[in-house]
């Protein structure tokens, strides 16, 4: 007669058997593939700036050993997003007022320059994708939420990047804001910020469609609030445990 043999169950044995079924795979990709899940969530503000990081709170989310984390947070802290501190341990990296300031000039110029070079080269083509884009702004912001008037910003500044024919510019203009977007999440709570951005929207794309450079150019450097006024309207928005202190304000 056949023996039964019992199995007690393990209520770990389906974690275990999931990191180890992880761990199989290449370290190295495994670990890049939390960079890239983390860098996301930090970068769109989904993990604020000074969210602590801790390797086994993200091993057990991940599935995994606490190396491949580890080596994704190192990745992250080499690319200034994460802080990792002695004795403190890990954080999001928050960026000082002064960086943020910084970052929000360069935006400013790069997105003038590019509404100028939009300007020059504006076609029959353009102008009509700008006015599509004007549309989507105001569907959103009549029908939609913060949210969904942030996607239809991003994708009116997209069509400007595009419709300056210049490549490198684009490119430097989206690394910049990836940068700095997760200090921007309140740039459209109200209704007051959304109808100021599409006044300016509107602005920005006809002084394009008309082919005027000069008015383009200052009509985006206006919308963008990287001057004294607009940055402190931004600053005055933003908590101050967002930023960091150590690096020294004047």
């Known amino acids: 007669m056949p023996m039964e043999h019992n199995t007690a169950l393990d209520p770990n044995s389906d974690l275990d058997n999931g990191v180890a079924a992880e ?3 290449p370290r190295g990709g495994r670990a ?7 860098q996301e969530e930090i970068e769109t503000g989904k ?3 000074g969210s602590p990081l801790d390797e086994r709170a993200l091993a057990a989310r991940f599935q995994v050993s606490r190396t491949p984390v580890r080596e994704a947070l190192q990745q992250l802290a080499a690319r200034d997003l994460v802080r990792i501190a002695p004795r403190q341990g890990m ?9 943020v300031r910084a970052i929000m000039e360069t935006i400013g110029e790069l997105e003038g320059m ?7 080269r504006v076609d029959d083509e353009l102008r009509a994708q700008l006015d599509v884009a004007l549309q989507h702004c105001q569907d959103a912001a009549i029908q939609g939420g913060t949210e969904e008037y942030a996607q239809a910003n991003a994708a009116f500044h997209e069509v400007i990047y595009v ?9 430097l203009i989206r690394t910049a804001r990836r940068q700095i977007y997760r200090y921007r999440l309140r740039d459209f709570v109200t209704k007051a910020q959304i109808n100021k951005s599409m006044q300016d929207h509107l602005k920005v794309a006809r002084a394009i469609q008309e082919g005027d450079e000069l008015a383009a150019t200052q009509q985006m450097m206006l919308h963008v609030p990287s001057g004294s006024t607009g940055f402190s309207e931004f600053l005055a928005r933003m908590p101050m445990s967002l930023f960091d202190t150590e690096a020294g304000e004047t």
């Open 23 to 25: 761990e199989a795979r």
């Open 32 to 38: 890049t593939e939390i960079r890239t899940a983390l």
């Open 47 to 49: 993990l604020p700036p």
């Open 91 to 99: 954080s999001v990296a928050r960026l000082s007022i002064s960086q």
């Open 114 to 120: 590019c509404a100028k070079l939009a300007a020059r």
């Open 163 to 171: 419709g300056s024919r210049n490549p490198y510019l684009a490119d």
